[in-house]
C-alpha cells in the first residue's frame, strides 16, 4: 500500500505523538509499504530523524498556533501527495493539516483515518472550550464525520469517540513500543547492569502542563517524607514557559532537596532515567494512552499512574498502581513502593515487561492497523479490534 500520515507537529514538544506516530509510519515501511510522513517544519524530534531512512519524511512551515496552524504549502503539498496515496491517516482533530488532510482524502475518494490524540478526551474539550465549540460547527462536525475508519488508543479512548456521536468504524490498537530496536531485553539488561549505584528514584517524563497532575505528585511526595529514605524525585519534561515557571516556583517554595526538575530530557537519556529508577509516576488527570508507561514496563520498572489513564492492566496483573487522581491515593501507592524490597519491585517490572511483550509491542500494533486499512479498503475481514457499532 502508499500510505500517507499527515500531522502538524512533531518536534520534541509535541509529547507523545512525536515518538508514536513516527514509529507506526517506521513499523508500516517494515511491513512493505510506500509510507510517507507530511509534517510541520521545525526541530523534528529524535524518532522522526530515525525513521527517515525508512519513511519520506516532508516537512513545509505551517502558520501560527493559534490560527490552527494554517499553511497554504501544506495544504499543496497535500494535494499532491494524496493523489498518489492509498490510505490518508492524520493525526489530531482542530488544526489545519488535519482539515485539510480530510477534505484531499474526500475529494480524492481515497480511504480517510483520523486518530484523535487524546482531543476528544473530555478533559482536553474542556480547555479553551469556546474555541473548540466554534471549531466544531465551523467544520470539525464535517471532518470527524468524514472519516472512513477512526483509529484509538484504547478502549476508554474509543469511548469517548462514540460520545461526540460519531458512528465511523473505530479500530481500538495501542501504540507499540519497538522492543526489536529501542527496547529489546538484552539492550536493557544491558544498562541495568551499567547503571551506578545512585540514591534511588521515582521519575515523572512528560509535558510539564497542567493536566499532567504534577501538584497531585508534589503534594503525596511530601506526604512521603518519613519513610523516602533517600529517595529522589526527578521530574522532567517540556512544557509552555508559563508552567514550567509555576513548577520551578512550586519547588524553590517548597525547599525540598530530594526533588529536582531537570527540563527535557530524550534518546538515552530518557531510557536511563526509566531503566535506572524505582518507579515511573504519571499522575495525570487524563491520558488516550500514555506512552511512557508502556516505554517504562518495557524496561521492567513498575509504573505509578492514575485513573485518568487506560492503565487497569497494571493493577490486574500486579505491574503497577492505577489509582484515583487525588493526593492520598499517590501517596498510598508511593509508601507501599517505599516498602516493598528489590525482589517485589523486580517481580513487578517483569510482570509489566510481560504485558507490553503481549499487548504493546510495536510489531502487534503496525500489523493491527495494516489489517484494518484492508479491511477498511475491502480487501479482508473485520478484524476484532474494530467497532462498527453505532451511538445507542
Known sequence: MDILHTVAGLWDTTGGPAASVP???????????????????????????????????????????????????????????????????????????????????????????????????????????????????????????????????????????????????????????????????????????????????????????????????????GECRAIRAGARLLLAGYGERSHVRWLENRLAGSRDDSVEFLGPVTGEKKLEMLVGSLALVLPSLSENYGMVVAEALACGTPVITTTGTPWKVLRDEGCGWWVRPEVEELSGALKELFGMGHQERTRKGEAGRLVVEREHSLVRSAEMIERAYLWALGKGNRPPWIDTCELS
Open 23 to 221: 514509529d507506526i509510519c517506521g513499523a508500516l515501511a517494515d511491513r512493505g509499504h510506500r509510507v510517507t510522513l507530511l509534517t510541520g517544519a521545525g526541530h523534528l524530534a529524535d524518532s522522526v530523524r530515525n525513521v527517515s531512512s525508512r519513511v519520506v519524511v516532508k516537512t513545509v512551515p505551517l502558520g501560527p498556533y493559534w490560527l490552527g496552524n494554517y499553511s497554504v504549502e501544506f495544504g499543496r503539498l497535500c494535494a499532491e501527495e494524496v493523489r498518489r496515496a492509498e490510505v490518508v491517516h492524520t493525526h489530531g482533530v482542530w488544526l489545519h493539516p488535519n482539515w485539510v488532510s480530510g477534505a484531499w482524502a474526500k475529494k480524492s475518494g481515497k480511504l480517510f483515518l483520523i486518530s484523535p490524540r487524546g482531543m476528544l478526551e473530555p478533559w482536553a474539550l474542556r480547555r479553551s472550550r469556546c474555541r473548540k465549540r466554534l471549531a466544531w460547527h465551523v467544520g470539525g462536525r464535517a471532518f470527524l464525520h468524514s472519516a472512513g475508519l477512526i483509529h484509538a488508543t484504547s478502549p476508554e479512548e474509543a469511548k469517548n469517540v462514540r460520545h461526540m456521536g460519531l458512528t465511523s468504524p473505530i479500530a481500538v490498537v495501542p501504540n507499540g513500543v519497538d522492543l526489536d530496536r529501542t527496547f529489546s531485553r538484552i539492550r536493557v539488561a544491558e544498562m541495568r547492569d551499567g547503571v551506578a549505584s545512585p540514591p534511588p528514584a521515582v521519575v515523572f517524563i512528560g509535558r510539564i502542563h497542567p493536566k499532567k497532575g504534577l501538584d497531585l505528585l508534589l503534594d503525596a511526595w
